[in-house]
């Protein structure tokens, strides 16, 4: 799908907002690494893997792949914590390393970067600033994420990098003074890139760039919302808050916005953080007991659709 395609897709569905379209049948399926006290998905490629993270019973966190029913713990050399973000269709991952001060008062966060691509890590970290945050890597090997100081306010922007270059999307370096943002998901080519923000009021709000026009969108009824991923489809998931202060994971397709909420008693929490190009859809829930899983929700289409 074009560039130009995506965005009037996009440009659609907000204007369309919660437009009727035919259901589609949704199946769920919980995610728990056998060795861990909680576990969270993240990302999703074509063919099915997952990455994510778990934490173990001494509290270490690892990131992990799961490809065929098979989990592969993801661990950077030397680092107190590792956590998987993103996938390509070939593979490559993304995600983040903890220093050993990053929990140390005044540190200022000490969390880097990785990619791993063919079984080697290479560092990802965004030049001069002291925290990075890649979430996503494109087919095309374009990385997004964020990059932040002492503080994950004023100090977070949003990034792009490609081929060892990278290219601020917000803040000063980049002419566009949105503050406080994390970029989450984007086309192959980059071109069109969503996320979240915080605007003046405190609000936490989601966003799309295309061809470096923002435009701000929240799910109707919500009190905060973050987008995390899009499809080549423009199809997009995230989550929000409801005035009754509960955290539901939510689906942008076809002119509409589907709410996300993992069908076991108790759930308060559910968030989706990614999405392949046939729709399927990965993230989290905590359930009654105060535990974190992770889900993947495959999605039947209607005839036709």
């Given at each position: 799908?074009?560039?130009n ?13 919660t ?28 063919r099915?893997?997952?990455v ?30 590792t ?8 593979g490559?991952i ?7 001060n ?5 540190s ?39 990059y ?50 915080t ?10 760039v ?16 973050s ?6 489809s ?6 929000f ?16 916005f ?9 759930v308060?929490?559910?968030q ?14 905590v ?19």
């Amino acid at each position: 799908m074009s560039r130009n395609t995506v965005i009037a897709t996009f440009v659609a569905l907000l204007a369309l907002g919660t437009a009727a379209a035919q259901p589609a049948t949704f199946t769920f399926k919980s995610i728990d690494h056998p060795d861990a006290k909680s576990t969270s998905a993240s990302g999703i490629n074509p063919r099915g893997d997952i990455v994510g993270a778990y934490t173990d019973h001494s509290n270490v966190t690892h990131g992990f792949l799961l490809r065929e029913g098979q989990f592969t713990t993801i661990d950077y050399p030397g680092a107190v914590g590792t956590q998987a973000r993103g996938i390509n269709p070939q593979g490559d991952i993304v995600g983040t390393h903890f220093g050993p001060n990053w929990a140390t008062p005044g540190s200022g966060g000490d969390i880097h970067g990785f990619l791993l691509q063919g079984g080697l890590f290479t560092p990802v970290d965004y030049p001069n600033h002291m925290n990075t945050i890649p979430q996503r890597i494109t087919a095309t090997g374009r990385i997004v994420g964020c990059y932040h100081d002492h503080n994950t306010g004023t100090s977070m922007h949003g990034f792009l990098a490609y081929d060892g270059s990278f290219q601020a999307l917000d803040g000063s370096e980049s002419g566009l003074n949105v503050p406080m943002s994390m970029s989450n998901g984007a086309t192959p080519d980059a071109g069109v890139i969503v996320g979240l923000y915080t605007d003046m009021t405190g609000k936490s709000r989601s966003f799309v760039v295309t061809g470096g026009a923002f435009t701000p969108f929240d799910v109707p009824g919500s009190i905060a919302s973050s987008a995390w991923d899009m499809n080549p489809s423009g199809e997009i998931v995230g989550s929000f808050r409801d005035t009754a202060l509960k955290v539901h994971g939510f689906l942008l397709t076809a002119g509409q916005f589907i709410t996300i909420d993992f069908p076991a008693p108790g759930v308060r929490v559910t968030q989706a953080f990614g999405i392949d190009p046939q729709g399927d859809v990965v993230g989290s829930y905590v359930d009654s007991a105060g535990v974190g899983h992770g889900y993947v929700l495959s999605r039947t289409r209607p005839a036709g659709e």
